[in-house]
Every structure is written in C-alpha cells, then in structure tokens.
C-alpha cells in the first residue's frame, strides 16, 4: 500500500481537485478556468486544433480529455480517436456528448498508470495535463508518450508556466499545477529517448516541430507565460542525442 510518496500525494490532489471541479462547476468551467470559458474556450480550441499537424484519418488519443472539447474536433478528421481522461464523471460527459460519433474509445485512468501499446497513435494531443505530474511522474510519462507516439509521428502538448493572481476563481482544494518554465519543458524533450528493439546504437527521441505563445491567452488577459509545444519522434544514432 502507497502511504504516502510524493507522487502519491500528487495523485490524490489532483484527484480532489478535478473531483470538486467536476462536482462544483458547469460547461466549460469544469474544465477551463478563465473568465468566460464558454466564449473563451472555443477560441483556445480553434487556434489549437488549427496548429496541429494533418491528422485527416489517423490514429489520434486525446490525453486528458476532460469533457471532450478537443475530443469532438479532433474525431471529426480522425479515423479513431481515444480519450483518457482521470475523472469518470468528465469522462462520461464526454460520451455523452461525442459518443455518437462511433469513432471515440472513451477511458477512464490515471496517465501516470496507463499502458498504451507502443507506436499506437499517429498523434498524442494535450491541453494542460503535463503541469499536474510531480517531477517523479513527469519524466516517466514522456518517456511512454515517446513510445506511444508512431515514427514520424506528433504529439502536441500545452501549459501553463504561471498561474496569474486574480485572473482565475479558487476553489476549496488548491490546484496542484505545477509551473514550469520553457526550458524545462524543452531541456526534458530534448534529451528524452527511448531504445529502438534490436539496434543497440538507436534510439527514438523527439524532435522539435513548434513551440509558440498561446496567442488567444495573450490577447485576452496579457499572458505572456502560456504556450503550446509540437514534437515529432523521430528514429536516430544514439550518438546523435544532444547533451
Ligand atoms: C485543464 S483540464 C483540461 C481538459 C481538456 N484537455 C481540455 O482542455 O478541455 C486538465 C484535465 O487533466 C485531467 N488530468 C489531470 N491529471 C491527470 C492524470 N494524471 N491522468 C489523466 N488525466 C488527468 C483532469 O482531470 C482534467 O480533466
């Protein structure tokens, strides 16, 4: 039994919060907490989904799905999307809502305990989700995107690096968001590989295709710490690992 390590203690703050979230707010503000979410959040979905790379007919998971405000998008091109998300009660909003579609695998799990089968997904979409693992979970889990992720194919990922006092509301359990800066996003995707079975001299790593200011976050409230970050994973010598 995990009395208590770290990450268990993450685990269970992030739990509670999205639990009350889910319990205490409507529409878009379960999931999205600035001022005007309904409003807001389809600018946040237009200028990211217009971001990613073609993904007409592939295989797409949206990781963190929440109640599926990208989900419904992105399986409108997609051949088949799955949508993880920690929270049933998110999770079956989004079936509810997108369900019909026929082509959305709706899963209820934690990232950090998920087994995904390697090279499954064309692309791996994120909207805030690598900012709730502590600094154990967090490499892990890029490490098993990396191999979820096909050669050749992307993974999209935003967060947050600030959270801006007086912008969002508060809720009864603290956020456990944790701010990182860019460059550790960067250094952490630019040295991660994973082994390439049967070639002891490859590895895949991630290559990277963007990182830009979130311009919609920007515009709105002058928040200048807010990006998104495209990575490709591409087959390479280990040699040429930089670092
Ligand atoms: C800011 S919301 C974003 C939801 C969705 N991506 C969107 O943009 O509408 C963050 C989401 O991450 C989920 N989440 C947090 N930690 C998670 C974890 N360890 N595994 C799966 N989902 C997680 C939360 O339950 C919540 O739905």
């Not at 989904?49 to 963190?64: S, W, Y």
């Not at 997609?78 to 695998?105: D, P, S």
């Not at 390697?118 to 900012?131: A, H, M, R, T, V």
Request: charged residues 25%; glycine residues 6%; negative net charge.
């Amino acid at each position: 039994m995990d009395a208590g390590t770290d990450s268990s203690i993450q685990a269970r703050k992030r739990e509670a919060f999205w639990q009350e979230r889910f319990v205490t707010c409507e529409g878009t503000k379960r999931v999205c907490n600035y001022p005007n979410a309904d409003e807001f959040g389809v600018l946040e979905v237009n200028e990211f989904i217009g971001a990613l790379p073609p993904f007409e007919g592939k295989v797409v998971c949206d990781l963190a799905a929440g109640i599926g405000r990208f989900t419904v998008d992105l399986a409108k091109k997609a051949k088949h999307v799955t949508a993880a998300e920690l929270i049933e009660g998110f999770t079956q909003a989004n079936e509810e809502a997108n369900g019909a579609m026929g082509n959305i695998t709706f899963i209820t799990a934690d990232v950090t305990k998920i087994t995904f089968q390697p090279n499954q997904f064309d692309l791996i979409f994120s909207n805030c989700l690598l900012q709730y693992m502590d600094d154990t979970e967090l490499p892990r889990v890029v490490e098993n995107i990396l191999r979820w992720v096909t050669v050749d194919g992307h993974f999209f990922f935003r967060e947050v690096s600030h959270l801006t006092p007086g912008l969002h509301d508060t809720f009864k359990n603290e956020e456990p968001c944790i701010c990182r800066s860019t460059d550790t996003y960067n250094g952490l995707f630019n040295n991660v590989s994973v082994p390439v079975d049967g070639a002891e001299d490859e590895v895949y790593k991630f290559s990277p295709v963007a990182m830009n200011q979130v311009q919609c976050v920007k515009e709105a409230f002058s928040v200048e710490k807010d990006f998104y970050w495209i990575y490709k994973k591409i087959r390479c010598q280990r040699s040429d690992m930089s670092g």
